[in-house]
C-alpha cells in the first residue's frame, strides 16, 4: 500500500509531473488534516472515510471536475456527488480550500443554523448536489443526472454534456439500490457517469467479509461497466479518471484505501465513526508530515488547488459560452437555466368518453409531455397499467437517448432515487407504480421531499378494489404513510374534475407529489370541481337544512359516499359531501370552517388517514382479500346499504 | 429450444427413463392446461408464466422435492417458495394434483374466501411456505429460510438439513433485494439453497433487455453462486437440480423458457398477464397434443405425479424418524414442531445502572437470548449502534453455523425479508436498525405482518434528538407509518419499566412487532408501569383535582412532559400524565374512559400519530436538522418552558 512519508520536500531529481503531484499528495494531506480538526471540533463525526477517500475528492477536484466558481449552478458542470454522506467534512474542507466556505462555517461543523450540516444537504453548502447519508440514495441520484446529461444533450445538439462522478464506500455496494441503479446505468451505456469506489474493506460491525464477499470487479463486468483499479495516490486517480472519461460504457474505479489511515485503528471497523482521540489526532498529523495548528490550510496548497480549477473552470465556461452562441436550442438551455420546471395547464382539452381515470390520467400526462419538454419518466415496469407512457415518444435507450419514456425495470427503490437526481437535473420528472409498491421506494421519496424536488409520483390501484391480485396488491396503510411525509402533495382525485385540477396545481407547484388513483373507476360527477384541490377540502353536494352531518372521503370512495348520501337525505339526515383531493393543501381556518358540524369519513384505507379531520372514520383496518372488487365491497362492508346503517348506528351512539 | 410434439404415444426403442421423462412432459402439459382453465374461468391472472414454467415446478416436485403428504408440516420438509407469486395457478394446481385441494378450490381461483387466491397466501393454501407477489420477497425469505436449515443443522447434529428451492423471474432479479439476499446467501455459503430462475427474457412492460442487460451468469458467479444452465425439460431439470444439490455453494439454475409458451403470443410481454383468448386456449392445447375438455387431470400423470411424491416424502420422513429417536436435542425439534415462540420472560434481572435504554435493550436481548435458543438476529451494519448484539454468541458465518449474531450488511430490505423466511422455519428472528431507515425495509415488514409472523424489529435513534447526524437520519413520519400497518405492535417505551414490560409482551405473543428506542435517554420514572404496556396507555402521574387535563406522550418525549406536567401543577393547571407504550393494545373502551377530559398529545414526531387520541397534537410537521439535541430541543421549541407555554396557549384558546 502507499506510504507517504513526509512529502514536498525533497524535490531534485523529480521531473514536473511528479512535483505536481507531490504538491497533490501534499494538498490531500491537508485535506485530511482539516477534515479530522473539523471532526475533532464538533466532537462527533466519521474520521475513517475522511482519512481514507482524501485522495479520491481531492484528485477529482484539482485535475477533472469542470465547475465554475463564478457561476456554481453553471448548467453544464460536472456533477460530484457524495454518496457516502458522511464524509461531508471533505466536501467542507474543499469548499474551504476554494473560498467557498469561511472558516467559521468549518469550525460550525453539526452545529444549528450552519453550512455544514452532519450530512450534505442540498441547497445548504455550495458544490452539495444531493443531499445524502441514507446509503445508496447519491448513486441512485447520480445515475439519474447521468441519464438527464444525455438527454440533454441530444436536445441541445451537443451543447450539455457533463460527467457525473459519484463517491461510495464499501455500505452503499451492499444496498439493492445500488445494484438497481448501476445495473441500469449499464443496460443505458451512460459512459458520462464514474463511480469512485472507496475500498476500505470495513463497515461499521465488522471487516466487509463478514457480511459481503462478491467479487467486486466480476459484479461491475457483469452490469456493463468499465472496471478500472487505481492505486490510493493522486496519480494512480489521476490516470484512473482520464480512462474512465473515456470509455464507452459507465466506469468504476476501485481505489484500494485504509479506513482511518495513520490512525491507531487504521483498517478496521472502530475508525469509522469516532471522533479521533488527541493523541491519535496528533499521532495522524505527525504520520503525514504535518505539525500544523488546528484548521491550518496551506497557502501553496490553496493557491494551486484553486487556481487549477479555476483556469480549468474558465476554459470549460468559454467552450461552452461559444457552443452556446450557435445553438440552436437556447430556450431550452435557457428554461434550465432559470430552473423553469412549471408547466401551465390551461389549455387542456380532455374529454371523458367514459375512460377510467387512470387513463384520463394518461391523456393528460401525455398532453403535457407533447407542449412541456421538460416532462420525462417512466414507470417500474407497470406502464401499461398505471397509463404512463408518452405515446409520442421514444424509449430512453442507448441508441435514442432523446427518448423521453424510462423504462427502469422492476427496480422502485432505483426509480425514485434517479427521479430524484433527473429533478436535480433541471428536468421535471415523474415515475409510476402500485400504490402498494411505493413502500418498496420510501427511502428515496423521502429525499424528494427533504430537497423538496419536483418529482412527481403516479401511484395507482389504490385501495382493497384492486381486488384479484389479492392483499399483497392492495394498498392500506400507504395513503397516511404518504401523507405523513413533510413537504409530499398527496394528491386523490375523485374524477375528471379533480383529476385535472390535481395536474394542474402539480405543474404550477415546484415540491414532490403523489397523484394516487384507483384502479378502474370511471366515475364522474357534475358537482365536483377543479378549483376544490387547491383548497384542499370543498363542498361537493351541500346541506338542505342547518341540521346536518358532513360526510368526507376522496378518491373512489367519494361515488359510494354520493350515492349514500342521497339515500341519508331520502330517509330525512340531511347531510352534505366533502370532498379532500388534497390534505395537505387545507388551511386550518378551512377546515375549522367545514366541520362545524357532526362530520364522519369514510376510506378504503387506514382510518388514521383521517383522525386529523374527524373523530368518526369509517375505514379499514385489516389487510385486504383477493375476490372480486363486488366482493371485496361485500366483505369490507362498503356497499351503499351497509355504509348507511354503519353511519346510522354512528349517530345514534 | 424444446419442441414437444405429441408426447406419450410413439414408446418404441426408449429406455425406461427416456419413458419416465415423457410421462413427466405429459404431466408438465397437463399442469399447464390445469394452470390456463383456472385463469380462464377467473377471468384474470398471469397465463404467461404457467405456460412458461411449468416445467421447473412440475420436475422439482416430481424428483426432488420432499414433503409428506401426512403432515404438510413436517419440520424437515424441503421448502419451494414461489417466489414469483405470480404464478400462483401452477402451485394451486399441483395441490390438486396431489390432492391437497379439490376441483371447486381451483375452479374458485380469485374469488373470495377460496382458498386459492390471486397470489400465494401463506396458511391460506397446502404447500404454500410464504406469502408472495411482491417481486422479491420470496426469494429474501428463501435465503432466511436456508439460514435456518443451516442454523438447525448445527443445533440439532444434523437432524435437520432440508433444501429451500426458490422459483423466480426475470423481473425478481431486476429488484434490488434480490441481489442483497442473494449475496449474503453467496457469502454465507448456503449451498442448501438453490434458485430456479424461470429465464423468459421478458418483463410486463417490454423485453427484458430494454431495462436489464446483465450478464445473469457473470453476476452469479460474482456472487459466488454456482451457475447451472438447463434446457426447458422434465430431464435437463432434473439433472440441473442433482447437480445443485451438491453444490459447495448456493445455486442458481438458469431455466431458458418462452413465456407463454405456445399461445399465439408466445415470447412477448403481451403473454404476461393477460387472460387467454377463447381460440388462444384452444390452440395451446392443441399444439400440447391434449383434446381436453377445461380442468381435465389425466389419471395416469397423478398417480405417477402422487405415488413418487408419497414413496419419496415416506422414505425420507423414516429417514428423519429413524435419526430423531437417535437424537440428543429432541427437545428443540419438539419446539420447533409445535412452533414455541413464546418465552416467558419473568425471570429478568435487569438493573439500570445509569444505562442508556438502549444499552439496557441489549442487556434484556441478551438475557432472552441465554434463556431461549430461538431467539436469533442481528443488524443492518449497526448493531453496535442498536445494542442488539449477543455477546456471548458467534457470528453466523460459513464455519460457524451455529451463530446467532446475523451480519446481515446494509441491506435493510433483504435484512426485513430474510428475518420473515426465519420466522416461517420455527425461530424467532429479531433485526435491528434506525428507525429512519424502516423505509428501506417497508416492503418486507408489511409481510411480516401480512403473515402475522413473530418477527421483532428493533429500531432505535428515534427522533431528531439524533441530532448532529441531520435530517437524514431523524425520523419523523416512521412512527405513525409503522402504526398505520396492520398487525405490527408497535412498542415505544420511556424507560426502563416500560421496556422490560414490552419485552414481556413480545416475547409473550407471536405477532410482529417494532420496539422504538431513543438515541441516547437515560430517564427513568418510579412512576411507570411494567404492566402499563399491556393495556396500551395509562395514567403516569395522577390528576390532584376534578378539574385536570390530560397529557399524552410515549418514548422520549414522556421526560419532558413529566417535567411540564411539574411546573404546571405548580402554576395551578391540574394534570395527569398518560404514557402510551404500545397504542394498539389500547381498547376503545379503555380510551374513552381515559380521555374524557381535555387531552393534549406531544410528540417529537408526526402529529398524524396521535390525532386518534387527541384533537390537540403538538408535534412536528417539518424534517428535521443537524445540530446537538440541545439546539435541536430549542429549535423544536420542546424546552419545558416552551412547551409549557404552546400547552398554555391551547388551553386558552
Redesign the interface.
Known amino acids: 500500500m502507499f506510504n507517504i512519508g513526509n512529502l514536498g520536500n525533497n524535490i531534485i531529481n523529480k521531473n514536473k509531473e511528479e512535483i505536481s503531484y507531490d504538491l497533490d499528495m501534499k494538498g490531500v494531506n491537508n485535506l485530511r488534516s482539516l477534515a479530522i480538526d473539523m471532526i475533532d471540533k464538533?466532537g462527533?463525526?466519521h474520521p475513517g472515510i475522511c482519512l481514507g477517500a482524501a485522495s479520491i475528492i481531492y484528485t477529482l477536484f484539482k485535475r477533472h471536475l469542470n465547475i465554475n466558481l463564478d457561476d456554481l449552478d453553471f448548467v453544464n458542470r460536472d456533477r460530484f456527488i457524495l454518496s457516502a454522506?458522511h464524509g461531508a467534512p471533505l466536501l467542507y474542507s474543499i469548499c474551504y480550500m476554494l473560498d467557498l466556505l469561511t472558516l467559521d462555517d468549518i469550525k460550525s461543523l453539526?452545529?444549528?443554523?450552519?453550512k455544514t450540516?452532519?450530512?450534505p444537504?442540498y441547497l445548504k453548502t455550495p458544490l452539495v448536489e444531493v443531499?445524502?447519508?441514507?446509503?445508496g440514495q447519491g448513486i441512485a441520484a447520480s445515475v439519474g443526472m447521468a441519464i438527464a446529461s444525455k438527454h440533454l444533450n441530444q436536445k441541445t445538439d451537443g451543447l450539455i454534456d457533463y460527467y457525473t462522478y459519484v463517491l461510495c464506500g464499501d455500505?452503499?455496494l451492499?444496498?439493492?439500490?445500488?445494484?438497481?441503479a448501476l445495473?441500469?446505468a449499464?443496460?443505458l451505456k451512460l459512459n458520462n457517469l464514474i463511480v469512485l469506489y472507496d475500498s476500505n474493506g470495513v463497515?461499521?460491525?465488522?471487516n466487509l467479509?463478514?457480511?459481503?464477499?462478491?467479487?467486486?470487479?466480476?459484479?461491475f463486468?457483469?452490469?456493463?461497466f468499465k472496471v478500472i483499479e487505481a492505486e490510493n495516490t493522486p496519480k494512480s486517480i489521476d490516470e484512473a479518471i482520464s480512462l474512465a472519461k473515456n470509455s464507452e460504457v459507465p466506469s468504476i474505479i476501485i481505489v484500494k484505501t485504509i479506513i482511518g489511515e495513520f490512525s491507531k485503528y487504521a483498517g478496521t471497523n472502530l475508525a469509522h465513526g469516532k471522533v479521533l482521540e488527541k493523541d491519535d489526532l496528533l499521532n495522524v498529523k505527525e504520520k503525514m508530515g504535518l505539525y500544523q495548528t488546528p484548521f491550518t490550510l496551506s497557502s501553496e496548497v490553496k493557491e494551486d488547488f484553486k487556481n487549477t480549477i479555476i483556469e480549468r473552470g474558465k476554459l470549460y465556461y468559454k467552450n461552452f459560452e461559444k457552443k452556446y452562441e450557435k445553438s440552436k436550442n437556447k430556450i431550452l438551455v435557457d428554461k434550465l437555466i432559470k430552473h423553469e420546471i412549471t408547466y401551465n395547464l390551461t389549455d387542456i382539452d380532455i374529454s371523458y368518453d367514459n375512460k377510467s381515470l387512470r387513463d384520463l390520467s394518461g391523456d393528460i400526462l401525455n398532453h403535457i409531455a407533447n407542449n412541456f419538454e421538460l416532462l420525462i419518466g417512466g414507470?417500474a415496469?407497470?406502464?401499461?397499467?398505471c397509463r404512463t407512457n408518452l405515446v409520442s415518444k421514444k424509449?430512453f435507450?442507448s441508441d435514442s437517448y432523446d427518448g423521453r419514456n424510462l423504462?427502469?425495470?422492476?427496480?422502485?427503490?432505483?426509480m425514485a432515487g434517479i427521479l430524484n437526481g433527473l429533478a436535480l437535473s433541471g428536468l421535471r420528472p415523474f415515475g409510476s407504480t402500485f400504490l402498494?409498491?411505493s413502500?418498496?421506494m420510501?427511502?428515496s421519496i423521502?429525499?424528494s421531499?427533504?430537497m423538496n424536488l419536483g418529482v412527481i409520483y403516479i401511484l395507482t390501484h389504490d385501495s382493497f378494489t384492486v381486488g384479484?391480485?389479492?392483499?399483497?396488491?392492495e394498498p392500506?396503510?400507504q395513503l397516511?404513510?404518504l401523507?405523513?411525509?413533510?413537504?409530499l402533495k398527496v394528491y386523490r382525485p375523485f374524477d375528471l374534475n379533480e383529476l385535472i385540477g390535481s395536474y394542474v396545481a402539480i405543474m404550477e407547484e415546484t415540491n414532490p407529489a403523489a397523484l394516487i388513483l384507483p384502479r378502474e373507476s370511471k366515475d364522474i360527477s357534475e358537482y365536483t370541481k377543479t378549483s376544490g384541490v387547491k383548497e384542499g377540502m370543498y363542498v361537493v353536494i351541500p346541506n338542505e337544512t342547518d341540521d346536518y352531518i358532513n360526510l368526507i372521503a376522496n378518491g373512489e370512495e367519494l361515488g359510494l359516499v354520493l350515492k349514500v348520501s342521497e339515500n341519508l337525505k331520502e330517509i330525512g339526515v340531511d347531510n352534505r359531501v366533502l370532498s379532500v383531493p388534497c390534505m395537505k393543501n387545507l388551511t386550518e381556518k378551512t377546515k375549522e370552517k367545514l366541520l362545524e358540524k357532526r362530520s364522519i369519513s369514510i376510506t378504503f384505507g387506514?382510518?388514521?388517514y383521517y383522525?386529523?379531520l374527524t373523530?368518526d372514520v369509517i375505514g379499514v383496518?385489516?389487510?385486504g382479500?383477493?375476490?372480486?372488487k363486488e366482493?371485496?365491497l361485500e366483505?369490507f362492508e362498503f356497499t351503499p346499504k351497509k355504509l348507511e346503517s354503519k353511519i346510522l348506528e354512528l349517530l345514534n351512539k
Chains 1, 2 share one sequence.
Open positions: 464538533a462527533s463525526g454522506g453539526r452545529r444549528i443554523n450552519s450540516p452532519g450530512h444537504e443531499t445524502t447519508g441514507p446509503l455500505g452503499e451492499e444496498e439493492g439500490i445500488t445494484y438497481e445495473t441500469l449499464g443496460t463497515t461499521l460491525d465488522s467479509k463478514t457480511s459481503s464477499q462478491e467479487d467486486i470487479k466480476m459484479r463486468e457483469s452490469i456493463n414507470s415496469d407497470v406502464s401499461s397499467s424509449i435507450q423504462y427502469f425495470g422492476i427496480r422502485e427503490h432505483a402498494t409498491f413502500d418498496y420510501r427511502g423521502r429525499l421531499c427533504l384479484e391480485d389479492g392483499p399483497t396488491h392500506v396503510e397516511i404513510s401523507e405523513a411525509i413533510p413537504n387506514s382510518p388514521l383522525y386529523s373523530k383496518s385489516t389487510f382479500q383477493s375476490g372480486t366482493e371485496l366483505y
